[in-house]
């Protein structure tokens, strides 16, 4: 039993002992080298564990996550992009056959205050933000860029938020879930984590 299946299966997450094995392996000969698997953190939709000091795999429910993570996969962003890298995205099945994804990404540090002081202040700017007329919601858009010099923004913040902004709007993704806990750090520089809207269906390779 490696370190990667006993950190991964230590969690409550609904994948029978074959699934999690071949999970295992297969991040074991795709992302090596597998060194101090631990766990990250959860959220409403899944877990995160660190595979090695460059890489970390998300195992979630969401289909939307999963296919903007697809996406972006194709785009092969880089290291400058204000949003997360994914390097691998598969699918499996969980115990109910229900399909359940992982989604292999950067490892990224915790962000200090002034980054989620960000995030928290443009989530309120509701009525900055895009409609989205199917469900109701809100995200953010070319509406948010357009008013972006109403903000009193330090220079290096109002840098990162209009790089942000015009990479979502480049690439036509819907965010909406942006908040302090979705924005870590690559070195000294902010990223987006947890896209998970504004991509149809996507083609996943089944494992």
């Not at 969690?11 to 060194?35: F, G, M, R, S, W």
């Not at 953190?41 to 296919?67: L, M, Q, R």
């Not at 972006?72 to 997360?84: E, G």
Request: aromatic share 10%; glycine share 4%; charged share 30%.
């Amino acid at each position: 039993m490696s370190p990667l299946y006993k950190t991964i299966s230590s969690k409550d997450i609904p994948l029978d002992a074959e699934t999690t094995e071949k999970l295992c392996l297969y991040l074991e000969e795709n992302h090596a080298p597998v060194q101090r698997p631990r766990f990250l953190g959860s959220g409403s939709f899944g877990y995160a564990f660190k595979i090695n000091s460059e890489k970390a795999v998300k195992i979630t429910s969401d289909d939307k996550e999963a296919w903007v993570a697809e996406f972006l996969r194709q785009q092969k962003l880089p290291a400058t992009s204000p949003l997360v890298r994914i390097f691998d995205v598969v699918e499996l099945y969980n115990t109910d056959g229900e399909p359940i994804y992982a989604i292999v990404e950067e490892l990224l540090s915790k962000a200090p205050k002034k980054w989620k002081t960000l995030a928290t202040s443009l989530l309120a700017y509701d009525e900055r933000q895009e409609p989205d007329y199917d469900d109701g919601s809100f995200y953010f858009g070319q509406k948010t860029l357009d008013e972006l010099d109403d903000e009193d923004l330090p220079a290096d913040e109002e840098k990162w938020v209009t790089k942000f902004l015009k990479t979502l709007i480049k690439l036509d993704i819907k965010y909406m879930d942006l908040h302090e806990g979705n924005i870590l750090m690559r070195g000294d520089y902010p990223v987006a984590i947890d896209i998970n809207n504004g991509k149809e269906e996507q083609k996943i390779k089944l494992l």
